[in-house]
């Protein structure tokens, strides 16, 4: 089992820029692939960014991709996503999810990942 808290999101202009971060509990994080999600009012949850347990592999969704940045910190059981020069067309609840497994053959989608987080809100104001 792993718990993972969401923190960062906030209101921000057009252009402006925030960085949110997973913390998560447990020892085994650092064998966890990790992925960011975003689930606008009305929408879907989409795919936006996910990365290998070891970081070696990364993967994000069109829309975001040249703006936003995932990272993690093992020593730090933490994962973090950069987002630059935000849209509001970006504002969503922004969640992050873990995967167990050792393969990593689905990074963008939803039902590879089997721990979420509570999500954390981003809003960009026009």
């Known amino acids: 089992q792993v718990q993972l808290v969401e923190s960062g999101g906030g209101l921000v202009q057009a252009g402006g820029s925030l960085r949110l971060s997973c913390a998560a509990s447990?020892?085994?994080?650092?064998?966890?692939?990790m992925g960011w999600f975003r689930q606008a009012p009305g929408k879907e949850r989409e795919f936006v960014a996910s990365?290998?347990?070891?970081?070696?592999?990364?993967y994000y969704a069109d829309s975001v991709k040249g703006r936003f940045t995932i990272s993690r910190d093992n020593a730090k059981n933490t994962v973090y996503l950069q987002m630059n020069n935000l849209k509001p067309e970006d504002t969503a609840v922004y969640y992050c999810?873990?995967?167990?497994?050792?393969?990593?053959?689905?990074?963008?989608?939803?039902?590879?990942?089997?721990?979420w987080g509570q999500g954390t809100q981003v809003t960009v104001d026009s």
């Open positions: 999810a873990a995967d167990p497994d050792y393969g990593f053959v689905y990074p963008t989608q939803r039902s590879t990942y089997d721990y």
């Open positions: 990365i290998s347990w070891s970081a070696a592999r990364t």
């Open positions: 447990g020892r085994a994080f650092s064998r966890y692939h």
